[in-house]
């Protein structure tokens, strides 16, 4: 079982790196929507250091549901998906290996870059170091939320927009506390709370979602 | 031993068959014929699980397949009309991520061997992307080389393949059957499968077909 996992992650992560093209999209997506605000708004610091939180943790939201799309679409269309629902392994292990591989692959570069775009907003250094860790908590929850919305929608024509109003709904938590979080540190309140809220949302999805996401594919791929 | 009672499956609002039931024991191949439509390939994933019957039941050792869950599904190889191997990666690479998924993991060197017994000799560390049609199949059929399954479902083996590759095929068919296997096949073309365990199925007759 766990043989199982590392194989379906390792040929994820490999597939990726073969794929570099696909791999920047995300990242320069959330590089350049963060990059934007500032020029935008002009110079005002103290604007930019209210308005960080939000933007950040926005185009975090957006940029993972950019991503989404591609979770499990290129399996499903070279059959590799339905290969998977009939090996002798759990189908739970399989869904958490590919999520958290589109995790390393697509989250993981956005919590890296975050503290080099924070300095465009004058962030401190403490409410840059929460906003790193409250993305590093987020982010892995949104991957996984996400995978049950592209897993129903999987194979349906316009299944792109579709994940959207599916999903969006659902980040909403996540988007709160971890916006939360930032704004608190910055206001001197301490961000402790929202953290530990992350840190649940991120175990609970971490427990249910890919239940979830194993269940909608079985009904996709029928 | 694979039973089937009683079977039904209903695409949207047309009824591709039902009241269908046959038993399918070791070292017995099944045929199943039929025009375009009729439900072939509705009965195959039907049969490996992928898709759930509308009615009947069908069990595997007595069991339902769907309480055996896992069980069933490690002795079952189902090859349908997508090849299911990513075009990223190498022959060699998709036969070994396959086998490990399958939960028989082979080394570097018997995958080389698979693909080479299938005639991709000099084609095993290229990209799938570069494959032609029929190479591609051979990787995807390499699969049948490896895996210790006793059941296979071959959803139209033979397309693709060339004279050599369907001789090849039909004779690894034939050495499964052999060794106490079981094989349930769709195929347009002729096949000299000469065994006197070949149990042949129509579909689409104006009511379903018994064996």
């Not at chain 2, 191949?29 to 375009?36: C, D, E, I, Q, V």
Request: glycine fraction near 10%; charged fraction near 20%; hydrophobic fraction near 50%.
């Amino acid at each position: 079982m766990f043989n199982a996992f590392r194989t379906l992650l390792g040929r994820d992560l490999l597939l990726a790196m073969r794929r570099r093209s696909d791999l920047f999209t995300t990242l320069f997506f959330f590089v350049i929507v963060v990059s934007l605000f500032p020029l935008g708004i002009g110079p005002e610091m103290k604007t930019l250091r209210l308005i960080a939180p939000g933007v950040f943790w926005v185009a975090a939201l957006l940029a993972s549901m950019l991503a989404l799309e591609r979770l499990f679409a290129v399996d499903y269309e070279d059959g590799a998906l339905e290969q998977m629902l009939l090996t002798p392994q759990p189908l739970f292990i399989l869904v958490l290996a590919k999520v958290i591989a589109h995790w390393l692959v697509t989250g993981l570069p956005l919590v890296l870059m975050a503290p080099l775009l924070g300095l465009q907003y004058d962030l401190a250094s403490d409410a840059l170091g929460v906003m790193v860790v409250s993305l590093l908590l987020g982010t892995p929850a949104l991957s996984l939320i996400g995978a049950i919305g592209a897993a129903l929608t999987l194979g349906l024509r316009g299944g792109g927009v579709l994940v959207s109003l599916l999903v969006l709904p659902l980040y909403i938590p996540v988007l709160i506390f971890g916006s939360g979080a930032v704004e608190a540190t910055a206001s001197g309140m301490g961000g402790q709370g929202h953290l530990l809220m992350l840190g649940a949302i991120l175990v609970l999805s971490l427990l249910l979602a890919p239940l979830a996401a194993s269940a909608a594919l079985r009904i996709s791929v029928e | 031993m694979l039973e089937v009672a009683g079977l039904a499956c209903i695409r949207g609002d047309r009824k591709l068959f039902s009241d269908l039931s046959f038993t399918l024991g070791e070292g017995e191949l099944l045929r199943l014929h039929g025009h375009n439509g009729s439900g072939k390939t509705t009965l195959m994933r039907t049969l490996c699980g992928l898709s759930r019957e509308s009615a009947g039941e069908i069990r595997w050792n007595g069991a339902s397949i769907h309480k055996l869950g896992e069980e069933f599904t490690r002795e079952v190889v189902y090859i349908g009309h997508k090849n299911g191997i990513k075009d990223d990666l190498t022959g060699v690479e998709n036969l070994r991520v396959c086998s490990a998924l399958d939960g028989c993991p082979v080394t570097e060197r018997q995958a080389w061997d698979a693909l080479e017994r299938m005639g991709l000799m000099g084609h095993e560390d290229l990209p799938s992307r570069v494959l032609s049609q029929g190479q591609k199949r051979r990787v995807a059929l390499a699969r049948l080389l490896l895996n210790k399954s006793r059941l296979w479902i071959l959803d139209e083996p033979f397309t693709a393949l060339d004279v050599a590759a369907v001789d090849f095929l039909q004779s690894i068919i034939r050495d499964h059957i052999n060794s106490g296997g079981m094989v349930i096949l769709t195929t347009h073309q002729e096949v000299k499968i000469t065994r006197e365990q070949v149990l042949e199925l129509r579909l689409g007759w104006k009511e379903a077909g018994h064996v």
